[in-house]
């Protein structure tokens, strides 16, 4: 269980750091989010280019 920091440095020491990136890891764990692949339209009609 993680204690509740009642000093400066128990909230600074290394176990409970450790500790709480260790329970922040389980509550929300890292994702890898692939790119999303978005249709691309033409906006103006073939022929239509201007020179």
Same mark, same amino acid.
């Given at each position: %269980?993680? +204690?509740? %920091?009642? =000093? @400066? &440095?128990?909230? $600074?020491? *290394? &176990?409970?750091?450790? =500790?709480? #990136?260790?329970? *922040? $890891?389980?509550?929300? +764990? +890292?994702? /890898?989010? $692939? $790119? #999303? @692949?978005? +249709? /691309?339209?033409?906006? =103006?009609? &073939?022929? *239509? #280019?201007?020179?």
């Amino acid at each position: %269980p993680l +204690p509740v %920091p009642r =000093t @400066r &440095a128990m909230l $600074a020491s *290394d &176990a409970f750091r450790a =500790t709480r #990136e260790r329970i *922040d $890891a389980l509550i929300h +764990p +890292p994702q /890898v989010h $692939a $790119a #999303e @692949r978005l +249709p /691309v339209f033409k906006l =103006t009609q &073939a022929g *239509d #280019e201007i020179l």
